[in-house]
């Protein structure tokens, strides 16, 4: 038994040796595309591996030199938000708290009666987005509480 393992010559189908480099009977080159070129193929890989680590590094990514920056909400307006909002609220909700983040944004925390179903606090959600964008203030967290709980975040 031969130990040499053995190949057919895809030019000229003879059997030759799966290491010969160079059919010896028409002389066709055997080695792979990336062999026979060398140069192209580091060029391939690098264009490759640039390609993917740059959508890695900017797939979820922010921009680096972005800066947010909101203006504290004067308490005039949230106080005649909160007077605004309880008085709409009577006999939709319990309470209501007005008041901001230490981001300067506003958070509203509606507190719905016990027996409001899903499409009254859908409305109370409404009206709270309706009653804030008379303020024109720029970020607002809304929510409507319900036994304690966030029932509704209003987006």
Request: hydrophobic content about 40%; overall charge positive.
């Amino acid at each position: 038994m031969d130990k040499n393992p053995t190949k057919i010559c895809p030019q000229c189908q003879s059997e030759i040796s799966a290491l010969a480099n160079k059919c010896p009977h028409c002389q066709s080159d055997q080695r792979s595309f990336f062999k026979r070129h060398p140069a192209v193929s580091v060029l391939l890989l690098i264009a490759g591996v640039g390609l993917i680590s740059s959508i890695i590094s900017t797939s979820g990514s922010t921009p680096v030199n972005t800066t947010v920056v909101t203006v504290p909400i004067s308490e005039a307006t949230i106080n005649s938000l909160r007077k605004d909002l309880t008085s709409f609220g009577q006999g939709r909700w319990q309470d209501v708290v007005v008041g901001q983040s230490e981001y300067n944004e506003l958070i509203v925390r509606a507190y719905a009666l016990p027996g409001a179903n899903t499409v009254a606090i859908n409305s109370y959600c409404e009206v709270l987005k309706e009653e804030v964008g008379k303020y024109a203030i720029a970020k607002a967290n809304l929510y409507i509480y319900q036994f304690g709980e966030v029932v509704k975040a209003c987006l």
